[in-house]
Nanobody
């Protein structure tokens, strides 16, 4: 089994910064790509940032220039540095990873449990 565990959410004032972390563990052979989604009540989950296997990243237009996603060399950690936060960034943030499992080398998508980010004065 594979687990993804997010941390770093919380309450921040508009204009502030937060750094989210996502730790991948378990029976991982390798990770193809990872990223972050977010969801607010009544809305569909939306892609925030994605990091490809070659290390390149892309972002939702709403967060470009403010958010930066990165991984460590082994892709066991995923980060999301969020700057200049706005109230509309308030959401539950989920990390995901497309994992090649050690057993059978199957490719499967995994999600973390989510971490709440609240941007409010």
């Amino acid at each position: 089994q594979v687990q993804l565990a997010e941390s770093g959410g919380g309450l921040v004032q508009p204009g502030g910064s937060l750094r989210l972390s996502c730790a991948a563990s378990g029976a991982i052979f390798s990770i193809n790509n990872m990223g972050w989604h977010r969801q607010t009540p009544g809305k569909e989950r939306e892609l925030v940032a994605a990091v490809s296997s070659d290390g390149s990243s892309n972002y939702a237009d709403s967060v470009k220039g403010r958010f930066t996603a990165s991984t460590n060399n082994g892709k066991t950690m995923l980060y999301l540095q969020m700057n200049s936060l706005k109230p509309e960034d308030t959401a539950v943030y989920y990390c995901y990873a497309n994992v090649i499992e050690r057993a059978g080398l199957r490719v499967r998508a995994y999600w973390g449990q989510g971490t709440q980010v609240n941007v409010s004065a």
